[in-house]
């Protein structure tokens, strides 16, 4: 009887034709299995038996679950990208304000960074970025200034022993409105230790032996120049200044009625709109026949004993050039210098300061001229009250300081009659 013949499928593949093990045999069937499982999923996606709309809703499929997903997964990537993309904006917006403020410090390069705007809409830049404060420049000054300054910002008056019963009615009148935020430096040690006394904030230098001398000794106008050297601290400390005279009276807080849009705001020596503000002033020279009329621009000085000052490059560049030229020209008048490097246009040779500057509202901020050769005799003026008085108009300053308060403050209306508009 011949043996059982094995299929070709069961033999192996080689030459010898030994028969497949047990593990081939299965591993072979399951081959052939998978096979043909893929080639009927190709004849038959929908399988053999074929399923009526409906059945989906019983027999769903992950791929419609996974459709169901897509849009939800899509609208959240778009709400992604949509924040990315303001942040991104104001990201850009942040560069281009760092850009600026690089520019306005003097280290940006000479470019524009902005395009024009339609006509009628375009200004330019007036409030400069203010510097990043460096308080190792005084350490102890600034520990001061954090204790008595309100949102960065302090009045500053500049005083020694000379002018203590002026500076006591300067700092008792601060008190009454009710301002927290000011400061005394003191020039001698008298002064330093009569403003403890009177629980008013003060503050002594270091030793500084260019200061002190004049500190001790000199008179009004030497005290008055020194201020541009000592307000440079304060600025690099990152505060603005209102500096003051000790001449003038408090009757608002000031700082309710700044615009803090400029480098410099200081109250004018004009006395009425056109000297305060400025004015067309024609000069007449008949000798030019047809030419001989030329127009010039007049404003009266600003007050270099009441301005408010922020912590820019312009204004600390300001205090250099006047502090410079005071040490090098000693008989020069402060406020004079003080003007003439705030509005001296660059010409051959000399290159002028870039600053901004505002003029105070005279009504408010006024001088003693305004008060007493205008104010005092109009019926409705007489009913304004200013924020500030200053008496820089009169040399009897102590009798009329008295007689301001008075009126403004006690009420007495006939309190400023007997002065004359000027000084005897």
């Not at 904030?201 to 000592?230: C, M, Q």
């Not at 109250?267 to 709109?273: A, L, P, Q, R």
């Amino acid at each position: 009887m011949a043996g059982r013949r094995e299929a070709p499928l069961m033999r192996g593949g080689g030459a010898s034709g030994q028969p497949l093990s047990r593990g081939s045999r299965i591993a072979a069937a399951v081959a052939v299995g998978v096979t043909l499982g893929c080639v009927c999923a190709f004849i038959y996606p929908d399988g053999f038996i074929s399923r009526s709309p409906d059945s989906a809703i019983h027999w769903p499929r992950r791929v419609d679950s996974v459709a169901c997903e897509t849009p939800k997964e899509v609208a959240n990537i778009k709400s992604q990208l949509a924040s990315l993309e303001r942040k991104n904006a104001e990201f850009r917006k942040q560069i281009d304000e760092l850009s600026m403020k690089l520019q306005m410090a003097g280290h940006g390069k000479h470019q524009a960074l902005y395009s024009a705007g339609p006509f009628g809409t375009v200004k330019a830049l007036r409030t400069n970025p203010t510097v990043m404060p460096d308080e190792s420049i005084n350490p102890r000054l600034a520990k001061i200034l954090q204790q008595v300054a309100v949102k960065k910002e302090l009045i500053v008056a500049v005083a020694n022993s000379n002018v203590k019963e002026t500076l006591e009615m300067w700092f008792t009148n601060i008190k009454r409105v009710g301002i927290s935020n000011y400061l005394v430096v003191a020039l001698d040690d008298n002064v330093e230790d009569f403003c403890k006394s009177k629980e008013v904030p003060v503050y002594r230098r270091d030793p500084d032996e260019g200061i002190d001398s004049i500190g001790k000794t000199g008179g009004n106008h030497a005290v008055s120049a020194l201020k541009f050297r000592i307000l440079r601290e304060f600025l690099q400390l990152g505060y603005s200044v209102l500096l003051s005279d000790i001449d003038i009276m408090f009757f608002q807080n000031p700082f309710d009625h700044l615009y803090r849009d400029s480098d410099i705001e200081s109250m004018s020596d004009g006395h009425d709109n056109m000297t305060a503000y400025g004015f067309n002033d024609v000069f007449d020279e008949p000798s030019m026949g047809w030419a001989r009329y030329a127009h010039t621009m007049r404003i009266w000085v600003y007050n270099s004993g009441f301005f408010f000052i922020r912590p820019t490059i312009p204004s600390i560049e300001l205090l250099d050039r006047v502090a410079r030229r005071l040490s090098r020209e000693p008989k020069s008048w402060d406020q004079a210098v003080f003007n003439e490097e705030l509005f001296f246009p660059s010409h051959p040779g000399y290159e002028g300061l870039h600053a901004s500057k505002r003029t105070m509202d005279i009504y408010l901020f006024m001088n003693s001229k305004v008060l007493f050769k205008t104010v005092r005799k109009d019926a409705q003026l007489r009913k304004l009250k200013p924020v500030i008085v200053h008496l820089n108009y009169h040399p009897d300053k102590e009798q009329r300081m008295k007689a301001v308060i008075e009126f403004y403050v006690n009420g007495k209306q006939n309190a400023l009659e007997h002065f004359p508009d000027g000084s005897e």
